[in-house]
């Protein structure tokens, strides 16, 4: 059945011409970056800093332009397909075909990981290109703060794998949210943009919370999940924004669920479990 | 083996009872139809025995296996529920080819061939969004009968349809009973539909099912 539900939404989405979109919104930030960063931290000879130095410094290193478009990426390319098929009742066609105890865990899975796969595509082709355009061997030429640095100081092709995973993870997670999301919105517009709010809204939140408690606050609350350069925070509480982010989307697509089904609840769900 | 058997089903939206006490047992290949008015129930009956929804009460059993939100096999069930859904933008042939993905029973052939008995074109590259309501509900027949599954649900499968559209149906349906030994469960506004096709009848007003004498 996994199998089977794969085969038919990777049909789905590669047969979609916004999923090459999003593909290649995240390649030209990252070549917008690197142009930027170019001349901010006076990389002249480009040519030669290596393959991987150039992908640092166009996908990690202060990428501002990714960091707007993160959630909106992924809303994109399967959240949509979820919501459209919600929409036009395509989603019951399925539940048909799919046993109920797994059906919507199936497509949690399906969302995590068809999300975070936007972001590993796209993040390769970044990568293959950089390693083409400067083939020689890279050397730690700057200072990066921020979760998961210490991996950048051990070795720099494992702190792009490293990144790519993270990627993964934060699209993955956005992927869940934007499922939860399209279980409760009417409108695709809304869909696509109020992540992206609200991932920005996490900055103000904070500031609302007296100083002494913003300590234990930054577990809870996600400071842009998707920048690993720009606060410097420890690599545990990065991880628990991306659970925070997870449990929210896990709770909007059970709410969803209910919502479809008002005699449908978590105590019989859990009761059946055990 | 009963295919179907619905004990003491219960189903309310807040204080609304749509369906109470239902108890309906099917436990051979035979139509059995249900009539009703409009938003008498029929299609939260359907959307509770395909495990779309949960009931407040009651027991749901197909071929001999409990229905509910929690069942971890797949359906042995066909079904075409209030209006066919399907992908827009793809093809009509396409958008089944994708949904034979999760059965064993169906390949290329089969649904070309049941394509073609219904009226449609399997070659044709027209997306489904450009359908007339007509050939929708075709699809949607075709989606629900595909698979060749035990129990066929059909909610209105003649609506949209032509008179020349509505004999084909009638055929298809009986031949899924004699050929194929399914069992049929289907609803209609039309009572020519019921007349001709249906071995047994079941009249659903105010959330109770009652058996129509002859």
Redesign the interface.
Known sequence: ?IL??T??NI??VL?RKITYVAILIVIVSSICTLKRNSILYSLNNMDHVGGLNLFIYSSIKDNGFMSLLAPFVIMMVYPSIIFE?IQ???????????????FYLLHTLQSFFISGGVYVIAHVITLVICCCVSPENSIMVTFLNGPFSDFYYKSLTLYCIVFILHSFLFGGVMGILGMGLAMHLHNKCILWTLPTLVYYLGLDLLALFPEKSQYLMIFIIPLLPYEITTFNIPDIVHISQLLVITIIGMVLVLTGIRNN????NLY??IG??N | MKFLDVCNLK?R??NYIVLENINLQIERPEIVGIVGGNASGKSVLFKCI???????KGKIKVLDRE?????????Q???L???P????N?SGFRNLL??S???KNVDKADIKSFMIELGLDPEEKKIVKKYSLGMRQKLGIV?AVMERQKLILLDEPTNNLDVESVAVVHNLIKKMKTENGSAILMTSHNYEDIEILCDRVFILKNGYLIEKED
């Not at chain 1, 089904?261 to 449908?264: H, L």
Request: proline share 3%; net charge positive.
């Open positions: 059945m089977n539900i085969k038919h049909f789905r047969t098929d036009n009742h395509y989603f019951e066609q399925l539940h048909l075909r799919i046993p109920n105890k797994n089904d008002k005699d449908f019989n769900l059946r479990i | 189903k939206f807040n395909t495990g779309l929804m949960t009931s407040e229905i509910n939100a929690f069942s971890n096999y797949q359906q069930i066909g079904a529920i209030e209006y859904a399907f992908i827009p793809y994708l949904l993905l999760f059965s989606a």
